[in-house]
């Protein structure tokens, strides 16, 4: 097991969240870009998101079930933009042996339901309601449902690397982004998450 104090953990993701919103926020009021275009969008969302997880070759195979997430994004209103949020995700994990995958049975012997808190910070273009993203998202693991899944298991912050487009239309945003897995989400294996994810809310 490994020692450590998940308290100081939630504590540290939670400012450096803070951290993230307030350059985001100071970036956009001073008109990202130089466009004549000034102040920010706030759009809540909630969302799908599938997970497939790179591995290395090993006796069994980690593939993630659909799972859903809700959140919040600042966006600047510049034709160059910044947009960062919070979001709170939840996901499902399924461990299959590959021999049994080979000869076509579906034997899940293991399932999970884990909780993130997700922080993407991305930068991109925006014109006639529609735009395009790409920049980083840090993804903090906060729980799991399943006693013989430790959360420890899981690394406590890992990197993505995401690329999205959106559509504004009135008082609606749609979003949908791509995120590539740079890290490894396990602390003793080789694997890394890629999610695609698609949601949808307001905009203010």
């Not at 008109?31 to 290395?56: A, C, H, R, W």
């Not at 600042?74 to 709170?88: A, D, Y």
């Not at 396990?186 to 698609?198: D, E, G, Q, S, Y």
Request: charged content about 15%; some cysteine; hydrophobic content about 40%.
């Amino acid at each position: 097991m490994y020692v450590k104090s998940k308290e100081a953990d939630m504590r540290a993701i939670k400012i450096f969240s803070v951290i993230v919103i307030l350059t985001s926020l100071m970036l956009s009021s001073r008109s990202f870009g130089q466009s004549d275009k000034t102040g920010i969008y706030v759009m809540p969302q909630v969302g799908l998101n599938l997970t497939s997880l790179t591995n290395e070759p090993m006796i069994e195979t980690d593939q993630f079930r659909t799972g859903v997430e809700g959140g919040i994004w600042i966006q600047s209103k510049s034709t160059v933009f910044i947009m960062s949020g919070v979001f709170i995700t939840q996901q499902g994990l399924s461990s299959v042996y590959l021999e049994d995958l080979q000869n076509n049975y579906d034997t899940i012997l293991n399932k999970v339901d884990y909780r993130a808190l997700k922080v993407p910070v991305m930068f991109g273009i925006q014109a006639l309601g529609a735009r395009i993203y790409t920049g980083p998202n840090f993804t903090y693991i906060l729980n799991t449902d399943n006693p013989e899944v430790m959360v420890d298991e899981f690394r406590d912050l890992s990197l993505g690397l995401c690329v999205g487009a959106g559509l504004g239309l009135t008082l609606f945003s749609f979003d949908v982004r791509y995120e590539y897995g740079v890290s490894h989400v396990f602390r003793n294996r080789n694997a890394a998450a890629n999610t695609l994810t698609i949601s949808a809310g307001l905009k203010f």
